[in-house]
């Protein structure tokens, strides 16, 4: 192990020690049962939400091996996964199935990404992609930017609200980081606008992006009407989990679930926030009950959905196996990043989708609520093979 490698392993402890910390009034547990826990590598919350005891905790991959060494797995590749840009370009040989990155907030400016406007050409050869903005998006002028903490003009704010205002909605989030943290949902409603469900003026609107830095600014991916009858106020994203198999020289995915919104998540889907999610069979599509993190002690599990009332147990994801196997081909095409978390929205009944973002160490709470990942023995040589299982 090299000096990088210990480092980012004391990182990770020092974030599963922080996790426990900020954890431990939300889950109650006697110390004893607490040192019980530790010593196996999980934290309260996991005990909370898995069956844990001396006949099966050793089926539960550990918070402590998920935090530490399942980081490790995709080694320096783990970059094409967390710097949201890169993966964007990484996906290039899969253009149908990712987002538009119409550029990206850095230091005030506005800098383009994908094309905004077609090349333009010379008997049919592209002589090269426009930088300039869409039509009728003009470049601030003057006093009309608005200005940054440091003093100096900012010309991002306009060029994203002219934007915002030719496309209707836009997603902005932060180049790094997951788990729906740091990511505006922006839409343009007469004249206004609203991010995250809160309305402001576009000066208002102009200065909150001015003040973003390394933010992407992209395409919003409008789901499928089986996502929106789950519940329409929040994108309702379907996580799944992809390994590479290096004997077969195949991807696998050994387990998916749908996560769906609620009013206690607005504007997202996140588990962690109130959000619902439910497994997906993986061979057939089918929901089963859906899992959220209750309010006072107990969890909770819903047939329907609290908020909606519409079904989700026994449903299926329209098309599901186009979805899976197409997922599974994109996987297989980068063997060199083996473990992977695709979150995906569905786009149609047809087994169109869109690909929003990928994760290079996809937490496991919300998936082994629901069963636990080593019981899968294909998944649990994957993790052996990789040097992820802390098992005496």
């Not at 019980?36 to 069956?51: A, H, N, P, Q, V």
């Not at 009309?144 to 010309?155: L, T």
């Not at 205002?165 to 790094?176: D, T």
Request: glycine residues 10%.
């Amino acid at each position: 192990m090299n000096i990088r490698d210990v480092y980012l392993s004391a990182r990770k402890l020092y974030e599963l020690v922080e996790e426990e910390a900020t954890s431990l009034s939300t889950y109650d547990r006697p110390l004893r049962r607490r040192l019980w826990l530790w010593r196996r590598g999980f934290l309260s919350k996991s005990d909370f939400l898995y069956d844990l005891d001396e006949s099966s905790y050793r089926r539960y991959l550990t918070d402590f091996e998920r935090f530490v060494r399942t980081k490790q797995i995709n080694g320096q590749w783990a970059i094409a996964l967390d710097n949201k840009l890169f993966f964007h370009h990484m996906l290039q040989p899969f253009d149908e199935h990712r987002p538009a990155v119409f550029g990206m907030i850095r230091d005030g400016r506005f800098l383009p990404v994908d094309r905004l406007e077609p090349a333009a050409t010379d008997g049919g050869v592209p002589t090269g992609a426009t930088t300039d903005a869409p039509e009728g998006i003009d470049e601030p002028v003057g006093s009309d930017a608005p200005e940054r903490n440091d003093g100096r003009v900012s010309e991002a704010g306009p060029r994203v609200s002219a934007l915002l205002e030719a496309e209707g909605e836009l997603v902005l989030k932060w180049i790094k980081g997951g788990g729906g943290n740091n990511v505006l949902l922006c839409s343009w409603d007469d004249g206004a606008c609203v991010v995250n469900g809160d309305r402001m003026g576009r000066g208002a609107f102009e200065s909150l992006v001015g003040e973003r830095n390394e933010y992407l600014v992209c395409e919003f991916v409008e789901q499928g009407a089986f996502g929106a009858r789950l519940f329409p106020k929040t994108p309702n994203t379907i996580r799944i989990v992809t390994m590479y198999d290096d004997e077969r020289e195949e991807a696998f995915a050994p387990i998916a679930i749908h996560r769906i919104g609620s009013e206690r998540s607005l504007p997202m889907d996140n588990f962690t926030q109130g959000g619902l999610n439910a497994e997906i069979d993986v061979e057939t599509g089918e929901l089963g009950k859906a899992v959220q993190l209750p309010r006072e002690t107990e969890l909770v599990r819903h047939a329907t959905h609290p908020d909606t009332g519409a079904e989700i147990e026994g449903t299926t994801v329209p098309s599901w196996d186009a979805v899976r196997d197409r997922v599974l081909e994109i996987a297989a095409s980068y063997p060199h990043v083996p473990y992977v978390g695709w979150d995906v929205v569905p786009t149609d009944g047809d087994g169109g989708f869109r690909i929003i973002e990928a994760n290079s160490y996809p937490g496991t709470n919300s998936l082994q609520v629901h069963r636990p990942l080593l019981a899968d023995e294909r998944a649990k040589r994957f993790y052996d093979r990789h040097g992820a299982l802390r098992r005496d």
